[in-house]
């Protein structure tokens, strides 16, 4: 193994499109599905969170790719299947060229060190008995790495890196804060020299002044080394200021993926209109915004809607909804890449409405009353 | 709910079963030869065929099996005479029916335990609660100096020294002993008093502390909080929403101390000189007893699933999640 | 400038129409590693029918000064300085059954985690009725009207069965509800909500902050919002109040202070926050270094050890001399008014967008 990390070859987030270029990571109709046991008397199998329930996308080297959605969208869930620490329970993941969705831990064993994993908390995620530089060195030793001027001085050129002082390599994670237990955590992920690092709300543990930080850090890590990234996150704009492109999940299924500048901006999934809408802004002149306000939580994975799941909720739903699940696609108008799930697919605008949609009956009832009163 | 339990004893009844094949097996069908301990010392191999016929040892291990398990379910024939159901097999020492002999012991087991469970209930918890309802000040600091300490009493220790103290010296109370509570309550109860006060009190040392650490995690809950944040009284929010959650673990360990004590307070029994299920335990093993051993060990088994169920059972009757779900 | 220490923090003297006022706040714990001072001289004002925002990250003493404002603090191990008058009566020196019979009827509380906010033993419904029999001697019958009523106007579908559930059986969102509808037995007239929309999911936190706001404009209570989110204060308050380290740093309407904030902290978080629109390459600056250990806090002004702009300041003030937090619109910061303006203008407003 060579010290220098094999860079694919230098090129901007942008470049490339699935036209020109090999995908490093492709998943196909993946599937997770929870078992339930129960009934009488003898427990089986009654049914299944359906967590994920075929998803499909790519990850391209070098490029950032941002999973967004609401707890229990399943967007962990695919972070998890894609580093086979969960295997699928249906569909494909292939990277680079290969098949690894069903792959042996034999098989898993070189793939591994090129996938690697950063957690959401950095206080459970790192063992509390071990050294700051045991943690960050045991991947290179269980992969029987060996780089160039020992595994020790690899350990201090990756503290620097991460903005951490090489001299802390023999303290123990208590004696760092939350946004340098992350960093280490960075650390330990960049020691295998991935590919592809999957960053499962690496921020969201973080007080506001330290998700910067390390927000920053991934990102130089990125342009950097060249490493691609799956960067599941439930805000909506962190994703946006990290992610190249980015994918938005609504109970187990990806309803839009684009490029983030037609994400935000020319968004057609009414859910993504909705999420994007939710989100609380610090520009306080906000009246040219449309206003969108669902009503009640996301349906149980358990026994999603039929056809398009997020029908219950929509305020553009129709009988087909019902009937037909809506496939993913390019809608006409939106730019190559931009793909929506949707039969009846909202204006390419974020413009403030004529009308407010509001569906929750409270705030209905309350807002008439307002304006009438 | 009724589901639940059901299940539950369907659960249970396998439980006892395979307990019972597994002590099948390790007792009867395993490596100590059955017949030549049944015969005791200085055996003939005449007698021992003998024995073996009369046992049915010389039939296939699944038809000894067989009438074992019958035999506990439905009685069985031996050749001195019935055996009725639960059939567990006749000493090899006193040739008496084992279940016989259990019965006889067990009243005195049983009054030790509801003794013993309503002294340190009552004092245990009561005093937890109170340590923790003043927490900080000289009572919690007394109430728990005072049961770290007994907590770390045996029986063993604590027994003689009562034992001298109320009977040998001052001959205030006679020797403890069992008399039926149907025919004496008084007696039953000034019989046993000292046992189960001893019992009790090193219960209750482990009581208190555990209720009160117990009721301080409950009160530092959220929800505690917020009942406090919409003016209810102090008193209200200790009584009805601390100690609600604080009883889960306090039932847990209750439900293993009763099926414990039920299968019988060795300690007690022996330093006191009781003739409970305890010290025939005791007996069962020293004198290679095989079939009273096996006895005692089911008719352990049998509480400890008995009251396993009791507690969940309560478990749901504490907590709406578990009733609900 | 010894002088000002002295009298420092104390917001405008014009404002006799205050429904709530702290003046002077000091909370002390006492712990195994030392005395924390989590909240170090804090004085604020709530006026009625509005709301004051309150910012700050964990450990900013947040979270700790409105548990004091409602006596919900342990006694026995925190020691608490300064007055907390609401509508002309102390509080910090009001017995505990004068606080009970405040909480929950004059001033309610909404909290973060409905899940364990909630007690899992009992019923929404019985959980909803305790305050309202409590203080205003209701009935059974007439607490269970009144519940029903609430829980219809949080947007609670079927109130009359969900009465009847527990905490476990609602979602995350119908649960947050449930409390604000808990709050509001009494007809509060102020409301202190502690992150009460962090827990949940974005658009269910745009329902529950809509439905917030339009409850105010019925029932007319004062609000004081605790949150980081400096997105959700812009949503919700009239005023706002941020805190670092124990201590107010900045004061203001939401307006002043977030298009022309003036504490290099303020700075620090509102450049350290991606936005949802504006240019897409704009780097975050973050705030180097972490919060200040409240055991020991830094001498002089909390934020010095992780400001910018600190060597902009003579004598090293920043480090021996705490900052005053003069009355009205305010920034605790050595800096000069033409200092701070220069460094808004020419170098963090480029970076808001």
Request: a neutral charge.
């Amino acid at each position: 193994m060579s010290n220098n990390v094999t860079l694919p070859e230098q090129q901007g987030p942008e470049a490339g499109t699935a036209a020109t270029r090999e995908p490093l990571l492709a998943v196909e109709n993946m599937k997770m599905h929870f078992p339930i046991y129960g009934g009488f008397p003898i427990k089986r199998k009654v049914g299944a969170v359906r967590a994920v329930d075929g998803v499909d996308f790519q990850v391209f080297p070098g490029e950032s790719l941002g999973l967004v959605g609401e707890s229990g969208c399943g967007k962990s869930t695919t972070g998890r299947m894609v580093t086979r620490l969960l295997e699928p329970t249906a569909g494909k993941i292939t990277y680079s060229g290969r098949d690894i969705t069903h792959a042996k831990r034999r098989e898993l064993a070189p793939i591994r060190s090129e996938i690697q994993m950063i957690f959401q908390d950095p206080y459970s995620s790192l063992n509390p008995r071990q050294t700051v530089g045991t943690i960050i060195k045991s991947p290179m030793e269980i992969n029987g790495i060996n780089p160039p001027g020992g595994r020790e001085k690899k350990v201090r050129e990756l503290l620097e890196l991460v903005g951490l002082n090489p001299e802390h390599y023999n303290r123990f994670p208590h004696e760092f804060s939350g946004g340098q237990r992350q960093r280490i955590g960075v650390a330990r992920a960049l020691a295998l020299e991935p590919k592809l690092i999957v960053a499962d709300e690496p921020v969201s543990a973080l007080d506001v002044s330290i998700q910067a930080q390390v927000v920053n850090l991934l990102q130089k890590v990125q342009d950097e080394l060249g490493i691609a990234f799956l960067f599941i996150a439930h805000d909506l704009a962190i994703v946006r200021h990290f992610s190249h492109r980015v994918a938005v999940m609504y109970l187990g299924k990806i309803v839009e993926v684009a490029d983030r500048e037609s994400l935000y901006t020319r968004p057609r999934h009414p859910y993504t209109h909705a999420l994007l809408s939710a989100v609380p802004e610090v520009d306080l002149d906000t009246e040219h915004k449309e206003r969108i306000r669902l009503a009640g939580d996301v349906p149980s994975p358990i026994s999603p809607p039929s056809g398009c799941r997020f029908r219950t909720r929509c305020w553009k739903a129709q009988d087909k909804c019902a009937t037909d699940e809506p496939p993913l696609v390019q809608i006409s108008g939106n730019k190559e890449g931009h793909l929506t799930a949707c039969h009846f697919p909202e204006a390419p605008s974020i413009e403030a409405r004529v009308e407010d949609v509001v569906m929750d009956p409270a705030l209905a009832a309350l807002e008439k009353d307002h304006t009438e009163g | 709910m009724l589901q639940f339990i059901i299940r539950r004893l369907l659960g249970a009844a396998l439980t006892l079963f395979l307990i019972g094949a597994v002590t099948f097996f390790l007792f009867v069908a395993g490596p100590s030869d059955y017949a030549s301990l049944a015969c005791g010392k200085d055996c003939s191999p005449t007698r021992i065929g003998e024995i073996r016929e009369a046992l049915g040892l010389n039939l296939p291990i699944a038809s000894q099996f067989w009438q074992f398990m019958s035999g506990i379910v439905m009685g069985r024939d031996y050749p001195t005479g019935h055996c009725d159901a639960p059939c567990l097999g006749v000493s090899f020492y006193s040739g008496d029916l084992v279940w016989d002999t259990i019965m006889d012991r067990f009243p005195l087991t049983l009054s030790l335990t509801i003794g013993g469970l309503a002294i340190f209930l009552v004092v245990g918890l009561g005093t937890g609660l109170l340590a923790a309802w003043k927490r900080g000040t000289a009572v919690d600091k007394i109430a728990s100096g005072a049961s770290m300490v007994l907590s770390s009493f045996q029986i063993y220790f604590l027994g003689p020294i009562v034992l001298t103290i109320f009977v040998y010296s001052t001959g205030w109370m006679e020797n403890p002993k069992y008399v039926p509570f149907t025919e004496d309550p008084v007696g039953w109860l000034v019989g046993l008093s000292l046992p189960m006060i001893v019992m009790a009190t090193i219960f209750t040392a482990q009581y208190t502390r555990m209720a009160r650490s117990s009721m301080i995690e409950q009160l530092q809950e959220e929800h505690v909080r917020t009942a406090r944040a919409k003016g209810l009284s102090q008193r209200y929010v200790f009584f009805r929403y601390a100690w609600r959650g604080s009883l889960i673990p306090i039932v847990t360990i209750i439900g293993i101390d009763i099926s414990a004590l039920l299968g019988g307070g060795v300690v007690t029994e022996l330093t006191f000189s009781l003739q409970g299920i305890g010290q025939l335990a005791v007996m069962g093993a020293t004198q290679k007893d095989l079939p009273l051993t096996m006895g005692v060990m089911l008719f352990g088994a049998f509480f400890i699933l008995l009251v396993n169920i009791l507690t969940d059972i309560v478990y749901a009757y504490i907590d709406p999640r578990v009733r609900l779900s | 400038m010894s002088t000002l220490t002295k009298t420092e923090d104390t917001p405008a003297a014009t404002a006799p129409e205050a429904f709530l006022s702290v003046r002077d706040l000091r909370v002390r714990f006492s712990t195994e590693d030392g005395i924390v001072k989590a909240v170090d001289g804090l004085s604020f004002d709530v006026e009625r029918g509005k709301t004051l925002g309150i910012v700050g990250e964990s450990g900013s003493g947040k979270s700790v000064t409105n548990l004091t404002v409602l006596g919900l603090h342990n006694r026995k191990t925190t020691d608490i300085q300064g007055e907390i008058i609401l509508d002309g009566q102390e509080l910090n020196s009001a017995p505990e059954r004068e606080m009970e019979k405040l909480r929950g009827n004059k001033a309610a509380m909404i909290f973060q985690d409905p899940l364990t906010a909630l007690s899992p033993y009992y019923t929404v419904g019985r959980q909803l009725s305790e305050p309202f029999m409590k203080h205003r001697g209701a009935s059974k019958k007439e607490a269970r009207d009144r519940a029903i009523e609430m829980l219809t106007k949080v947007g609670i579908p079927q109130p009359q069965t969900r009465f009847d559930d527990y905490p476990h059986q609602f979602s995350g969102g119908m649960r947050q509800r449930a409390m604000i509808a808990m709050a509001l037995m009494c007809d509060p007239e102020l409301l202190i909500a502690d992150e009460p929309t962090t827990a949940l999911d974005v658009t269910v936190q745009a329902q529950i902050l809509d439905l917030l706001k339009d409850l105010q404009q019925e029932f007319g209570s004062a609000i004081i919002f605790i949150t980081h989110d400096l997105g959700v204060i812009a949503n919700m308050a009239d005023d706002l109040l941020v805190m670092y380290a124990g201590r107010a740093v900045e004061r203001g309407t939401v307006r002043e202070v977030l298009q022309t904030p003036s504490h290099p902290y303020t700075w620090g978080l509102l450049s350290s926050m991606p936005r949802l629109t504006g240019d897409i390459d704009e780097e975050l600056v973050p705030i180097p270094g972490s919060p200040p250990s409240l055991l020991n806090p830094p001498s002089g002004c909390p934020f010095n050890p992780r400001c910018a702009y600190s060597g902009h300041v003579a004598d090293s003030l920043c480090t021996t001399e705490r900052p005053p937090l003069a009355p009205g619109r305010a920034a605790a910061c050595h800096l000069t008014a033409g200092q701070k303006q220069t460094i808004f203008v020419n170098e963090i407003k480029p970076r808001l967008g």
